[in-house]
């Protein structure tokens, strides 16, 4: 769509599958793009039917051997500051006929580097079994706390936790997208994106699975892990991001001096520093006034939308009430067509994340590492003949 | 005996030479790119950096790293000599203090520049403030704000004490020359000194006693920065051994810094009765020694990295030394490890023109193994980033470029305004020299 | 006008030993209240004077040990009393996690207070004594030793106390008024 294309939420969230931002690229399969010396990147001169365009070249697994696919939508040339000249346009290409596929197309390497925004590399595999998959009958032990020098700190009350299911996750970045929307989280643009300083707080990792039946991936979305033994909150040398009494790991904007060394030492790697003042742009009407502006040089993070938890929790107050379960959505729960996303109180009998967290398929991101996640994960599952 | 000390003061009480001058403007110049650079990040904000996710911290904390690590040994070299009273502390001591106080001067910049909000910087600070909240007393870096501060209060106070009674004889000597103006500012920052032997003999205890404790201080104060990286989660940065690791690989660096600056400012003042060939003997196969022991230790680690620690740190580990970050790795053993063993030859250590080469070169060697550590650290994690690289920008090589002139003015200055080596030791020297003489 | 009672009577000496002989023949002689100055340390002369250091390292092991106390209680106090925090489900008083700032605190105390120390032991500073007004005293910044009899002393008499100094091996002897 012309409209969406002058949408940055949408420009600058990575496509599924190459997680290309800010334009397009021909996609090749990894043995072709080899055999035509392409790196990822290369720029390409493409022709067809005497009409030429250049393009960034892109691999992709499962793209088929001596093919390429020439994504439509980008290349525009009036589609306001944020759409127009991004990419290329695949249109130039495209028989009159209006076909979907056309043979005889010509590759040719030109040897310069396109100017391309890659947020994944192309080829991703999950050496830390950050996805494991399960055969049917198969599942893991309960998640275990791990050992501790300290004693347990007791959370009595409330405890917010989110469970992922892998398996029902397609990949399509709309949680990622709500998250944005919801928490005023900025577009950072092309090119602060290319040099690694993209601002979204929920990213959704991709993991190439080939397997016998033919190419596959998992994704994995990643939040904020809110660890109990959060790594991020002992670095920080003023008390700017610590844990609540519902063991949030809550993150104090006000108080953040911007050491940046709470990032380092999170493994998850779900923290996201302000380079710059996003604030101007962000200070619109559009912008969700339960959430805060964020200025230069602090850091942030998924929240839990912990403006919708207080705001649940002052409703019940007024009706004198306890919370009932699910009556707290997060953004990316609520954005999420496979309903992959649970949230709740870990510590209320029966919610829906207690059963999901106790379901022999859960499974804590780098639980060996000790941080006690609240955000798990329920395993994906695959048929016995393959992987 | 008189005669021996003379050159030193000549030194500095002599108006400046075309040389220094030309030294101490582009010292100044380089200062002054350092402000520009402190102005635009202050203005613009970190985005001016190379930095990104996850490489959040970049030449900020290499060049901290390094600084520290400059300090670390020149003082622990000064420190060393004093408590072992060797006969080369006459002649090294004072500029080793003076190398290290410039050194901690030029790192205090970055724990406060490294900020997202500089200006805010107190609040790692325990004072009792409006919102009625502490630092975080667990945070390696508020271990490091007090690292930092101690080392710069002992280094500066340490350095000072020593000079109290060198201060007292430009005192008398400008006096003597009839510049009341100048001796009056020298005493007055000789508190009064009258060289009473009850106070020569508790000035001595409290210089040796505080010689004694810079050792533990400095140690302390490498070893924090390390453990900034060693208490994180990264497989590479996450490992006991680094800080020991940090303070055997910096020893180069404030020693081939500490041999340069010798090799300089003998030839320089012309004292090169005082800081003799012995002397430039013994320093230059110390370096090459440090460097020996530089080299054990990353022979350890490479042996540690490659067969003995958990797969997430091995895989780590060759990314940093034998993947995309091999050249700063191998870089940093090549010029600080090996290119010191050149000074195991007579004929090359004691000429100048290898000596200062080769010091700085270590020193330089000592930042790539930083880099190595801080960006090449991140080339693996836990998960599969992408991680795109860090590349640093004209504000950041500005902040460094500055900083080293920073370091270079102040010793400029040092070397123009005080005795760049200690006189009374000197005589001290002397003294105990004629007594075995006699004995003879 | 009357002439002003003498502060004390100083002897300059070109060699250290013989500062040293001087000290002990004072000492032998009674004088009490001696001062020696000299361009570098003399551990005899000092031992001669029976200077002590100790009271130097005892004031930086109790400075180091209060600094280092002080540290760790501040630490204790604040993050377990006044604003108890749950930092990363440690416990308040997360102490292994407080030693390294209290190890440095205390080493940093016992250094600052083993120089100044030092300096209020030797009751410095103090830009203003009346030895600086002896003949040629700039020197004992330099080369030469000066042994100083302050009037002070009860027995002190100026005439015994110059003829005392020039059965001494002094290449110049001479009173220290206060100008």
């Known amino acids: 769509m012309r409209e969406d294309a002058q949408n940055a939420w949408l420009q600058e969230l990575p496509r599924p599958l190459t997680g290309l931002a800010w334009g397009n690229a021909a996609l090749f399969d990894p043995q072709t793009a080899a055999a035509l010396r392409l790196a990822p990147g290369d720029e390409v001169e493409l022709t067809l039917g005497g009409r030429s365009v250049l393009a960034a070249s892109w691999p992709v697994a499962g793209q088929a051997p001596g093919c390429v696919t020439l994504p439509l939508g980008s290349g525009r040339q009036a589609a306001g500051a944020v759409g127009t000249g991004r990419g290329f346009d695949a249109n130039l290409l495209r028989p009159s006929d209006g076909a979907w596929t056309a043979p005889g197309l010509i590759v040719r390497r030109t040897g310069a580097r396109a100017d391309l925004v890659a947020t994944a590399a192309p080829h991703r595999v999950d050496e830390a079994g950050a996805v494991p998959r399960l055969r049917p009958g198969e599942g893991f032990a309960p998640i275990a706390r791990g050992a501790s020098l300290h004693p347990d700190w007791p959370y009595e009350g409330r405890a917010w936790g989110m469970a992922i299911d892998v398996d029902a996750c397609i990949g399509c970045n709309a949680c990622a997208l709500a998250c944005q929307a919801e928490n005023n989280v900025p577009v950072v643009g092309p090119q602060e994106l290319a040099r690694g300083r993209g601002m979204h707080w929920l990213r959704v990792d991709r993991y190439d699975q080939p397997s016998a039946a033919g190419p596959a991936a998992s994704f994995q979305p990643v939040p904020c892990m809110q660890c109990e033994k959060a790594p991020c909150e002992p670095v920080c040398p003023v008390n700017a991001t610590v844990h609540d009494n519902e063991g949030l790991n809550v993150m104090v904007h006000a108080r953040c001096v911007g050491t940046r060394t709470c990032s380092n030492n999170c493994p998850y790697k779900v923290r996201r520093f302000n380079w710059n003042d996003h604030r101007p742009a962000l200070d619109t009407p559009r912008r969700n006034p339960e959430v805060p502006l964020r200025p230069r040089g602090v850091m942030e993070k998924c929240t839990y939308c912990s403006h919708r938890i207080a705001a649940a929790r002052t409703q019940a107050k007024i009706e004198g009430r306890a919370l009932r ?44 590492l000790g941080t006690r996640p609240r955000t798990t994960y329920l395993a994906q599952r695959v048929p016995r003949d393959t992987a | 005996m008189s005669v021996s000390t003379t050159p030193v003061v000549a030194a500095a009480l002599r108006p400046g030479a075309w040389g220094f001058r030309l ?283 490659m067969v003995f620690e958990d797969s997430a740190t091995r895989a780590a580990f060759t990314a940093r030394a034998f993947g995309a970050g091999a050249p700063a790795y191998w870089g940093a053993i090549l010029l600080s490890v090996l290119l010191p063993q050149l000074l195991w030859r007579r004929a090359l250590r004691l000429r100048a023109e290898v000596v200062i080469p080769v010091g700085l070169l270590a020193a330089a060697g000592v930042w790539l193994d930083r880099w190595s550590l801080v960006v090449g650290g991140l080339l693996r994690e836990h998960l599969p980033a992408h991680a795109v690289a860090y590349v640093p920008s004209p504000a950041e090589w500005a902040l460094l470029v500055g900083s080293a002139a920073l370091f270079g003015a102040v010793l400029l200055l040092f070397g123009r305004a005080i005795p760049v080596v200690a006189m009374f030791e000197i005589r001290h020297e002397e003294s105990l020299e004629d007594v075995a003489e006699e004995e003879r | 006008m009357s002439r002003p009672r003498p502060c004390g009577a100083i002897a300059e000496f070109t060699e250290a030993e013989a500062l040293v002989a001087a000290i002990r023949a004072a000492r032998a002689a009674g004088w009490s209240a001696l001062e020696a100055h000299a361009p570098h340390p003399v551990p005899d002369a000092a031992v001669a004077l029976g200077a002590k250091a100790a009271p130097v390292a005892w004031i930086a092991v109790g400075a180091g040990i209060a600094g280092a106390a002080i540290a760790y209680g501040t630490a204790w106090y604040l993050s377990v009393y006044d604003y108890p925090l749950n930092v990363g489900g440690r416990p308040p008083n997360a102490w292994p996690a407080f030693l390294p700032a209290a190890y440095i605190v205390g080493v940093l105390w016992a250094a600052v207070a083993a120089l100044l120390g030092m300096l209020w032991l030797n009751g410095l500073p103090r830009l203003h004594h009346p030895v600086f007004f002896a003949r040629g005293f700039h020197r004992a910044s330099q080369d030469r030793y000066f042994l100083f009899l302050m009037a002070e002393d009860p027995r002190f008499q100026p005439a015994s106390a110059l003829a005392f100094l020039r059965g001494l091996d002094a290449v110049r002897v001479s009173e220290v008024r206060a100008a």
């Open chain 2, 23 to 305: 030294g101490l403007l582009l010292a100044l110049a380089g200062v002054a790119v350092l402000a520009a650079a402190v102005a635009a990040l202050l203005v613009l904000g970190i985005g001016i950096w190379g930095n990104n996710m996850p490489h959040v911290w970049g030449f900020d904390l290499i060049a901290y790293a390094w600084w520290i690590g400059i300090a670390n040994a020149a003082s622990l070299f000064a420190a060393v000599l004093v408590l072992r009273r060797h006969g080369l502390r006459t002649a090294v001591n004072r500029f080793a203090e003076a190398v290290a106080l410039a050194a901690v001067l030029a790192a205090a910049l970055y724990p406060i520049l490294h900020l997202g909000r500089p200006w805010l910087f107190h609040w790692t600070i325990a004072y009792p403030a409006t919102t009625g909240l502490w630092p975080q007393f667990g945070s390696p870096l508020v271990w490091d704000f007090w690292g930092i501060m101690a080392h710069v209060i002992v280094t500066a106070l340490f350095w000072y004490v020593g000079l109290i009674p060198d201060l007292a004889t430009l005192r008398d000597r400008a006096a003597m020359q009839g510049r009341l103006g100048l001796a009056r500012a020298y005493g007055l920052f000789a508190l009064g000194w009258r060289g009473s032997v009850v106070h020569w003999h508790r000035h001595q205890a409290a210089y040796r006693l505080v010689a004694a404790l810079v050792l533990p201080l400095l140690l302390s104060a490498q070893t924090v920065v390390a453990l900034e990286f060693a208490t994180t989660l990264v497989p590479a940065w996450h490992q006991a051994r680094l800080p020991v690791h940090m303070v055997v690989t910096g020893l180069p660096s404030g020693l081939g810094v500490v041999l340069a600056m010798a090799a300089v400012l003998r030839h320089a003042l012309s004292i090169e009765r005082i800081i003799d060939a012995g002397d430039m003997d013994v320093l230059a196969r110390l370096l090459a020694c440090a460097a020996l022991a530089s080299g054990a230790s990353y022979a350890h680690e490479i042996l540690t990295g």
């Open chain 1, 325 to 368: 379960d699910g009556e707290v959505e997060t953004a990316c729960q609520r954005a999420c067509p496979t309903q992959a996303i649970t949230f709740g109180d870990l510590n209320a009998a029966g919610s829906a994340v207690a059963a999901k967290r106790h379901d022999a398929r859960s499974y804590a991101l780098l639980g060996d």
